[in-house]
């Protein structure tokens, strides 16, 4: 027989009221939402420990997941497009988030010579350099680096940032001495969601794919894992949904990389 819960007033067995038991003190609708919420957590985090737990390597993308460039990123693509006099609107701009520069010159100026298109990629560039002093590293970023290191992960940064950005990120990361392999922008053939990037860290790291795990915040990155045959946590600081980076591959999805972080310390308390 259903009953409503005196808190949320949806109907539940008793048996899964609460633990059984009714609570006398309501405390507002949506108990049930809550506890169903901290049931996914516990899921994803038992997920994220099981594929690091089994890994030999980690390979990170970098823009958006480690480093937070996404608002910079917008605005450099914002003041170039607007100096070429292209229009595109914002919602279009962040579906591109992932996806290497030269793959948006390519949308945004469909009909133009390559020279243009290298044009518009170098003035990006620019814009986005002179903001790249100011970003900082997400939270948790830095320690979820050196605690996989401290377990014996390989670990490879696979980006679509050049070579130049790439070098701000490492010293802001403080990841030159803990980072075993990296690939940037035009080391690999094709950007992502082509899987080139993620098969050359593979390559320099020396294991196969599925001894490596990826994380990334990108439908692309996911993409581009599930093509290479890596499976993959998605982090949703590059805006796109749950939904979405599941269907386009990802195994876990969660906010951030703080997430993935106390996963992994709840996992190996007691550990070094």
Known sequence: MLKP???????QPPSAVHGGGWNPRPTGRGCHQAENK?????????????????CSGVVFDVDGTLIDTRS??????EKTIASFGIAASRKA?????GKRSDYWAAILL??????????????????FMSLLPSLKPFAGAIELLRLVKRRGKKMAFATGATKEELAVHMRKLRAGRIVDATVYDSEAKRGK???DAYRLALKRLGLKSQEAVAIGDSLYDAQAAQSAGIECIAVRTGGFSRQALVEAGARVVVRDV???????????????
């Open 5 to 11: 819960c005196p808190r949320c007033q949806v109907a």
């Open 38 to 54: 901290r049931a996914m957590a516990g899921r994803d985090a038992a997920r994220i420990q099981a594929l690091v737990e089994r």
């Open 72 to 77: 910079a990123h917008l605005r450099a693509w």
């Open 93 to 97: 701009l962040e579906s591109y988030f």
């Open 110 to 127: 469909p009909d133009a010579s390559e020279k243009e298109r290298r044009r518009l990629v170098k003035a990006k560039e620019a814009a």
């Open 193 to 195: 969601p082509y899987p």
């Open 258 to 272: 703080s997430t993935i972080l106390h996963a992994l310390r709840k996992k190996n308390r007691g550990r070094p």
